[in-house]
């Protein structure tokens, strides 16, 4: 079939109501209609479906179209005949979700041929019968929607995908359309061989969003910088990406109580909450939606101010597909990422168990996503070298490493390095080996090598491994470097990369960011005082205001013959460097500061506080007060109840399935959170008067800290572990709270 541009035009404005073709849309259905494969790469809203769409509708027979979500096929299909009136039979789609009837009217339909476009699962198309069915009917061609779907590298592989082919060939002789928004060179390479389209002219669209900002952040306080954002951005929509269900249930929550109208969605949720919790979003009745990554795929919600991931995401490709739902009219899209290494070693951890080659692959996209978030580099060409595209410019300007950019260094002789190493050995090897090689790191996988012996071996030793791994990431991105992927990511030198080690020039690299762990906030609230963190380690306080709040703290310590460490900790004095509390309210937000210790101990420091930051004019952060959830596990309720009704503590561990440890670690966090609890009915029994008070005064007078190893140590065997615990929390309880 042939048309001219002006007939394809029409038929555009007839059947869409749009006057111009898109980007590359016109050339891509003239390729289709006159009978060739093609293959287009556009990114998520550029339009890849009137690429089919049109066709279809022009063509002779019927188009099938190939889509993974039976929930979309139901949207595509009303989108279709909402363009359409008076046609309902156009369009159908023919998946598990039809009872026989509807089945059957389907097909009636199809075999009078009235239906121009049939969408349908890949497990139906893969199903004997439709098979059979579908050779009886006149077909114009497929369309292979979501083609990522057929590569175990994409984020989503499915792989029913990998039987579309030999079914097409079965089915007849007709062209293919694959449609794609995220395909790296890699997964590009896998949908034309499995859909054997080596001829099909392959339409790629810039994958850049120049209205996307793009930016990394510590993962040390993600629920605080969330709630703050979202408050100083009100009324904007945006969409909050959590790994676990439970993450996304809490974070709704907690965005609620703080006064954020937000919903979850989640797989776990059934399809009636589901549905009613995707409208409110579409329908702006609530401004975030808080989710994994079952939510998004198929929405075309325009204005979606920003997208968050609260975890870091599993891959590059489900990264830029999700945040690629920001923005989409072309106006401000944010999107902000918490990262903290402790997240990619619980990722790391879930691959365990699965078949050694999906891990393999799993932890190198794990690996690309962990050198984007460290990477000091311009996001944006991080990004667009990933999915093979050179981003031109120095500075793109709309990133936090192009806004605040970080020192350079000149890395040639670097990089001559890294290329010499590679060079010299026989073999190829991964990016981390070559790195612990130059940084000197002798590991038993080097050793095997006998790699400890090469010259190379240690000469950047003094520099860090980091910086190894970021220079040779680098090198990846100038394209001095290549990575196989499909031989486990094994670096190589390419022509470029030799070209500059026989004349070498000045070549600016930056060193990677340094990002400090993040709280493990999944068992913030259950971890006992032993385990405690001390966040604020590097954590952008307020250096001077903290040497004044210690000040204050040796005198009242002095004064109240108490040791210092038991009127506030470390990290609550760094918290309020951070949060200039100037009322006793807000004093009660640093962490470990409870009702009782901001009475009895508080004043003194809010008035300081708030003379210093008048002084200084400091800007507190927006005057927010983040309240948390309360304590879901209803235990610390029940506990707190029990203790003060004097139940026996073994009572109390057994009507709750704890043992006797867990019982502290529960009653522990519940004194330094804050709450006096009086726990001598219980010591009484269980310990001789003297013991207590030995250990009661070596907390008072001895300790440098609340450590139990510490106060085991001191006190010696005489003591178990149980009393000291025992008496540490009576003593945390009395003078503390
Ligand atoms: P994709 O599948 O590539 O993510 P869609 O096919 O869902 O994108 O299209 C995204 C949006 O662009 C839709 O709202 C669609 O109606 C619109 N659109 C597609 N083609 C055109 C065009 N030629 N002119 C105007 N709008 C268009
Ligand atoms: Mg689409």
């Known amino acids: 079939m042939q048309l001219s541009s002006e007939e394809l035009h029409k038929a555009l404005k007839k059947y869409f109501g749009f006057d111009t073709f898109k980007g590359n849309q016109e050339e891509i ?20 479906s009137l690429c089919y769409q049109l066709p279809a509708l022009l063509m002779e027979g019927t188009a ?54 049939l969408y349908m699962a890949p497990e139906s198309l893969t199903k004997e019968d439709n098979i ?17 779907c057929i590569s175990e590298w994409g984020h989503d592989f499915r792989p029913e995908y990998r039987r579309i082919r030999p079914i097409v060939d079965e089915i007849g002789n007709v062209p293919i359309i694959a449609l794609t928004a995220t395909a790296t060179p890699k997964v590009r390479e896998d949908i034309k061989r499995n859909l054997k389209m080596d001829e099909a002219k ?15 952040r510590d993962k040390s306080n993600p629920k605080r910088d969330i709630i703050k954002y979202i408050k100083d951005n009100p009324g904007k929509s945006g969409i909050i990406y959590c790994l676990s269900r439970k993450k996304v249930e809490e974070i709704s929550e907690l965005l609620n109580i703080n006064g954020i109208k937000a919903l979850p969605y989640h797989a776990g949720l059934d399809a009636a909450t589901r549905a009613h919790n995707q409208d409110a979003f579409l329908t702006q009745e609530v401004d975030v939606i808080v989710a994994t990554i079952a939510f998004g795929m198929g929405i075309d919600k325009p204005d979606v101010r920003f997208v968050i991931h609260y975890d870091i995401p599993k891959s590059l490709e489900g990264y830029y597909q ?62 667009l070298n990933y999915f093979g595209e050179d981003y031109p410019q120095e500075n793109c300007g709309m990133c936090d490493n192009c806004l605040h950019p970080k020192k350079q260094f000149d ?22 080996q070559l790195a612990n090689i130059l940084g000197g790191v002798s590991n038993a996988l080097i050793k095997s090598y006998n790699q400890n012996k090469l010259e190379l071996f240690g000469i950047g030793r003094d520099k860090g491994v980091r910086h190894w791994n970021a220079v040779i990431r680098q090198g990846l991105v100038l394209h001095m470097l290549d990575k196989d992927i499909e031989r486990y990511g094994l670096i190589s030198v390419t022509p470029a990369g030799n070209a500059f080690y026989k004349r070498p020039h000045k070549l600016m690299l930056t060193e990677d960011r340094d990002f400090v762990d993040g709280e493990d906030d999944d068992d913030d609230e ?97 005057d927010f007060v983040m309240r948390s959830a309360p304590n879901k596990s209803s235990n610390k309720i029940f506990i707190i109840q029990s203790i003060d009704r004097r139940i026996p503590f073994e009572e109390i561990a057994n009507s709750r399935d704890m043992d006797i440890d867990e019982l502290l670690d529960e009653i522990e966090s519940i004194v330094s959170s804050g709450t006096h609890l009086n726990i001598d009915y219980c010591i009484r029994q269980n310990i001789d008067e003297d013991k207590i008070d030995d250990i009661y005064s070596y907390f008072k007078e001895e300790a440098s800290s609340d450590s139990l190893s510490d106060a085991m140590k001191e006190l010696g065997p005489d ?3 149980e009393e000291i615990r025992l008496v540490r929390i009576k003593f945390l309880s009395e003078v503390g709270n």
């Open 29 to 48: 259905i003239q390729d289709l209609i006159s009978g060739k494969d093609v293959f287009v790469l556009m990114p998520t809203g550029g339009g890849k």
């Open 64 to 117: 099938i179209v190939v889509s993974p979500l039976i929930a979309l096929m139901k949207n595509q299909v009303d989108a279709i005949r909402g363009f359409i009136e008076n046609r309902d039979g156009i369009a159908h789609f023919l998946n598990s979700s039809l009872n026989k009837a509807q089945t059957n009217e389907v097909k009636e339909d199809l075999l009078k041929g009235v239906t121009k476009l």
């Open 132 to 148: 059979d069915f579908l050779k009886q009917i006149h077909i114009s061609f497929f369309a292979i929607d979501e083609a990522h």
């Open 202 to 216: 392959v339409f790629i669209s810039s994958f850049n969003r120049p209205n996307l900002y793009y930016e990394v």
């Open 322 to 383: 999700e945040t690629g739902r920001a923005g989409r009219d072309g106006n401000e899209g944010e999107c902000i990422c918490f990262y903290s290494y402790k997240d990619i070693q619980k990722l790391e951890k879930f691959m365990q168990g699965k078949p050694v080659s999906e891990q393999e692959i799993g932890k190198q996209l794990l690996q690309e996503t962990v050198a984007y978030a460290e990477s000091n580099q311009c996001r944006r060409k991080i990004l």
């Open 411 to 432: 890395g040639m002789e670097d990089m001559l390095y890294v290329i010499e190493l590679i060079n010299s050995m026989k073999e190829n090897f991964k990016g981390e």
């Open 526 to 622: 259950e971890s006992s005082m032993e385990n405690r963190k001390l966040p604020g380690t590097g954590g952008g306080g307020n250096d001077e205001l903290l040497a004044i709040l210690k000040g204050i703290r040796s005198d009242m310590s002095r004064k109240l013959s108490l040791p210092p460490w038991i009127i506030f900790s470390d990290p609550s004095l760094e918290d309020m460097t951070i949060l200039y509390p100037i009322t006793l309210v807000e004093l009660k937000n640093c962490q470990g500061v409870g009702e009782g210790k901001a009475r009895k101990y508080g004043q003194p420091f809010v008035n300081v506080i708030s003379k210093y930051v008048e002084e200084n004019g400091i800007q507190r952060p927006s």
């Open 719 to 721: 003591y178990t572990e």
